[in-house]
Each structure stands twice: as C-alpha cells, then as structure tokens.
C-alpha cells in the first residue's frame, strides 16, 4: 500500500521559517495534484496550498499568500511547502495529500507545526 511520508514539521518562534516535505512511499500511480491542507484540533481541515502537476500552478488561501511557497521536486513526485513569516496562527498538523489520475487520494499522517509568540 502507498503510503505518503511528511517531513519538516516542529517548533519555531513567530516570524520564522520551516520547510515540509512530502513524497510517496513508492511511485504507482500518476500523480495530478499535490496539496497541503493543515486542521487545528476542533476545526474542519483546510487547503492550505496546492500544486498542480500538469500545468505547474498554484494556488493558495488567502492568509498563507505571500509567505508560504509550494513547489516540487524535478522528478514530480515530492512536494514541499516552504513557510516564511510564520505566526501562531499557523500552528496546526500539516496533512500532504496527492490525488491520482483516477481521481484517487492519498494522505500524508500530518506533521506538527507550532509556532509561538
């Protein structure tokens, strides 16, 4: 079974900086988009950002634009979400998920991401 493997969570002060990454466990399936979506306990999970493999746009909520970046790798199978200007607010677990060809998603087991004041 594929399985989506996140790295780059943890601990930082406001206004600093942390990278995530996210790759499959194994390459099986064509991959269309490549999102990151991050839930706070007692809230509905929410696209954070997005990555879409055949054109290479992008986008982005609203209260991420600007400071955060997602982008892939050359092989098109790991996708990373550079995180500037961190706040509280962006504290949150950091899911990945990658939807197939055949419209199929994958979840990543999320990763911590705390940010204090």
């Known amino acids: 079974q594929v399985q989506l493997l996140e790295s780059g969570g943890g601990w930082v002060q406001a206004g600093g900086s942390l990278r995530l990454s996210c790759r499959p466990s194994r390459n099986t399936f064509s991959i269309i988009v490549m999102s990151w979506y991050r839930q706070v306990p007692g809230n509905q999970r929410e696209l954070v950002a997005a990555?879409?493999?055949?054109?290479?746009?992008?986008n982005y909520t609203d209260s991420v634009k600007g400071r955060f970046r997602v982008s892939r790798n050359n092989a098109r199978d790991t996708v990373y979400l550079q995180m500037n200007s961190l706040v509280p607010e962006d504290t949150a677990i950091y899911y990945c998920k990658f939807r197939s060809r055949n419209n199929h998603d994958y979840w990543g087991q999320g990763t911590q991401v705390t940010v204090s004041s």
């Open positions: 990555f879409n493999n055949i054109d290479g746009s992008t």
